[in-house]
């Protein structure tokens, strides 16, 4: 079975260059290799004993992507970090004169400012615990957007994710996403406001999991959840989101706020042994509120929607400070699956828009099957291009 993995890995390796350098030589396209690295050290500080210290390839990320043809763009992205082959965007996109745009393929469910800043662009290693837990991440499906100056708004209509099909049970799921912001200037900087909702019918997959690990990942990839939920005849679920960011200058504020109700056929089942009430529907919920000030005066980048990375106006490049707080309850209706919050403080140093260094202090604080407060620290070296 291994050799047979092994066989196909290298296939799709092989198959993806294959494909990117055949099409920079087609007739209206132009496609460019694209791909990202990053690379952590992990160690435990105190009350760490469950955590493995030492070196983690958290992405290793190789795609290609461009014009396909007039209006038409496309990309193709796959991951091969330490935990195997694993696909992420696989999309065309075609624009429109009004300035919208059609999205089909594989690609994020538009939910969450933290769930949708990319990985190259995030201002902290690991994204929120409520982030993680709640937000989707890729689904296939379709999707229009249309941003103006101020207004714009995201819906999508999704199933399944790439490399799902042999976990799911009969029809696969079936969800809707919408997402809207309002984005005005406001004393010299810029206000973002957005909310979003997500309904998914799970049809004959009845069971969801929600569970997360501190906002770390050690050297075996993060294995360990000190937090885990498990609900059992589920129906679907109804997923809330509500956001806030302001830019002014070298300094941002943002705060994100998450909730999910799984509704429930009549059943009585619950998580490792602890039983939900019978019929009940849980919601689970979280937020976390973050702040930044980049020291060497450089501004985050804004626009529609979503917030990219520094770019460092010196040689020297820039750095940056920040400090985040946040907070996961997977305890309602019957189901105990805990508490957890983080604090972490981080620092970043940019050299280019496209090459930093990263480093992030995680204390947490879980309340579960034990109390546990382990302190950890994550430095990261990563790159794009």
């Known amino acids: 079975m291994k050799s047979e993995k092994k066989i196909f890995y290298q296939a799709v390796f092989l198959s993806l260059l294959s494909f990117m350098f055949l099409v920079q030589g087609t007739e209206a396209q132009d496609f ?7 690379m952590d050290v992990f160690y435990g500080i105190n009350d760490a004993d469950a955590f493995s210290s030492g070196f983690n390839n958290r992405r290793a990320r190789l795609g290609g992507g461009g014009t396909v043809a ?6 193709i992205e796959v991951d091969f970090a ?37 990985s190259n662009e995030m201002s902290f290693i690991e994204r929120s615990t409520p982030t993680n837990v709640i937000a989707d991440a890729r689904r296939m499906g379709i999707a229009y957007e249309l941003f103006g100056s101020t207004v714009g708004f995201k819906s999508m209509v999704f199933g399944r994710a790439l490399g799902q099909r042999g976990q799911l049970v009969d029809d696969m799921p079936l969800g809707i996403a919408f997402r809207g912001v309002f984005a005005p200037e406001l004393g010299g900087g810029t206000l973002h406001a957005g909310a979003s909702v997500v309904y998914e019918n799970l049809m004959d997959n009845n069971t969801v999991r929600f569970r997360d690990r ?10 360990l959840r000190l937090i885990d939920a498990t609900v059992s005849e589920a129906s679907s679920t109804l997923k809330a989101g509500f956001e ?33 009430n019978n019929g009940d529907n849980p919601t689970f919920s979280g937020f976390h509120i973050q702040t930044g000030y980049v020291l ?16 460092p106006s010196g040689e020297k490049g820039a750095w940056e400070l920040l400090v985040r707080y946040s907070y996961m309850d997977l305890n309602d209706a019957g189901f105990t699956g805990g508490e957890q919050s983080n604090i972490t403080v981080g620092l970043n140093h940019y050299i280019t828009s496209r090459l930093r260094f990263m480093f992030n202090l995680v204390i947490v604080d879980v309340d579960y099957l034990e109390d546990l407060s382990p302190v950890l620290g994550v430095l990261r070296a990563q790159y794009n291009f």
């Open 82 to 118: 330490d935990g195997g082959v694993s696909p992420n965007d696989f999309r065309l996109r075609r624009s429109f004169e009004n300035g919208g745009r059609l999205w089909i393929g594989q690609f994020k469910v538009p939910q969450g400012l933290n769930e949708l800043t990319s």
């Open 32 to 38: 460019r290799i694209r791909g990202r690295l990053h």
């Open 244 to 276: 806030l960011l302001y830019i002014n200058g070298p300094w941002s504020i943002e705060g994100e706020y998450l909730q999910v109700t799984v509704n429930r056929d009549n059943g009585d089942n619950g998580l490792n042994g602890v039983n939900g």
């Open 296 to 311: 060497t005066g450089e501004s985050r980048p804004y626009s529609k929607g979503s917030v990219g990375t520094i770019s």
């Open 70 to 75: 007039d209006k038409w763009d496309g990309r």
């Open 214 to 223: 501190p906002e770390a990942r050690d050297s075996k990839g993060g294995s």
